[in-house]
Antibody, heavy 121, light 107 residues
Framework: QVHLVESGGGAVQPGGSLRLSCEAS????????VHWVRQAPGAGLEWVAV????????SYAESVKGRFTISRDNSNNMVFLDLGSLRPDDTAVYYC??????????????WGQGTLLVVSS | DIQMTQSPSSVSASVGDRVTITCRAS??????LGWYQQKPGKAPQLLIS???ILESGVPSRFSGSGFGTDFTLTISSLQPEDFATYYC?????????FGQGTRLEIK
């Protein structure tokens, strides 16, 4: 059974930085694109970023472009999201999700449980 | 960006009812439409992709239809476990975008 576990969330001051991690188990992550999707408290879902199976192709939402960086370490079955210049409106639960194939198919098949980031002074 | 608009925002229904949720895209997305179910405190789950393809393990009481800009999710006979929030999402073009959600509540 596909398993994704996010970690690294917490409380950060505006302007700060943080790294979120997503560890995959029960499947080989290097065959799949992986996305990050976030959900602000009591709000809807927002796609954040995607990395292709080998990390060669990455795309970002305009709201995070230039501030967030997605990367992956296939040898350790991990995907990362480096967050910088954080703002209060980045406060959200961040989910990593597995795609259907090696490049983004547009669908989020398997999800982790999420990790909460709170940006506040 | 492609805007996704769901209606209604919330609906009350009873076990056994038939419920339909609609989703409209701000531009044509052919059949690049997915539906997700989210229960409180849990991650979303993909129910339907490509507008009408049921994901593995999803009960057959769920169905999807539509093409272009207008789509529907239908639950043919509501079960207690179906009370949740439902989101549509377009997978046609970056940035992928979601509808605002439809909260399905017990009447």
């Amino acid at each position: 059974q596909v398993h994704l576990v996010e970690s690294g969330g917490g409380a950060v001051q505006p302007g700060g930085s943080l790294r979120l991690s997503c560890e995959a188990s029960e499947f080989t992550i290097n065959n799949f694109a992986v996305h990050w999707v976030r959900q602000a408290p009591g709000a809807g879902l927002e796609w954040v970023a995607v990395t292709s199976h080998n990390g060669a192709i990455n795309s970002y939402a305009e709201s995070v472009k230039g501030r967030f960086t997605i990367s992956r370490d296939n040898s350790n079955n991990m995907v990362f999201l480096d967050l910088g210049s954080l703002r209060p409106d980045d406060t959200a639960v961040y989910y990593c999700t597995r795609d259907r194939g090696p490049y983004s198919s547009g669908w989020f098949l398997n999800w982790g449980q999420g990790t909460l980031l709170v940006v506040s002074s | 960006d492609i805007q996704m608009t769901q209606s209604p925002s919330s609906v009350s229904a009873s076990v056994g009812d038939r419920v339909t949720i609609t989703c409209r895209a701000s531009q044509g997305i052919t059949n690049w439409l997915g539906w997700y179910q989210q229960k409180p405190g849990k991650a979303p789950q993909l129910l339907i992709s490509d507008a009408s393809i049921l994901e593995s393990g999803v009960p057959s009481r769920f169905s999807g239809s539509g093409f272009g800009t207008d789509f529907t999710l239908t639950i043919s006979s509501l079960q207690p476990e179906d009370f949740a929030t439902y989101y549509c999402q377009q997978g046609y073009r970056f940035p992928y975008t979601f509808g605002q959600g439809t909260r399905l509540e017990i009447k």
